[in-house]
């Protein structure tokens, strides 16, 4: 049987979930529901955090997941992007107050610490990387860190933060 992790909420699952009905999958009637096993189709659906699917899979305990590809390659883990989907489009960008166009020598938050440290690796870039678990738009109101590094997709998060995107892109999806 095949093993498939889908993500446990948010716009992801959904997306994931329609797409998978849409093929002819079951799925789950309730969101609580963890595991599904479609008998007729011979696959065993997992619904799981979205940070954790890359894990899951790299360990080789599930034969394939739907995640960002941003929390794909924050993980480290052992698995590859297959292809993309048309859903989840998103931007992974620095923000910071008004003014602030560098992030040279600043303290930086997000929940994606291996992307960032890549990124400034491969930028000859110096910097404090401030891991945090989502949420880091208040970061640097609550004095922890002058910049943040996040996924945008729409950017009302960051506006109603008083925050706004700056410099190149950190990963595109």
Known sequence: MLRIAIPNKGSLAEDSIAVLKEAGYKQRTDSRDLVLVDIENQVEFYYLRPRDIATYVGSGELDVGIT??????D????????MKLDFGKS???????PGVTSIAGKRIATAYPHLVSEFLKEKNL?????ELDGAVEGAIKLGVADV??????????????????????????
């Open 68 to 73: 960002g590809r941003d929390l794909l390659l």
């Open 75 to 82: 993980s480290q883990a052992p698995a590859s992007e297959i």
């Open 91 to 97: 931007v992974f960008r620095f923000a910071a107050p």
């Open 126 to 130: 110096t910097a404090s990387v401030v």
């Open 148 to 173: 943040i590094a996040d996924v945008v997709s729409t950017g009302n998060t960051l506006r109603q933060a008083g925050l706004e995107t700056f410099g190149e892109p950190i990963l595109q999806s």
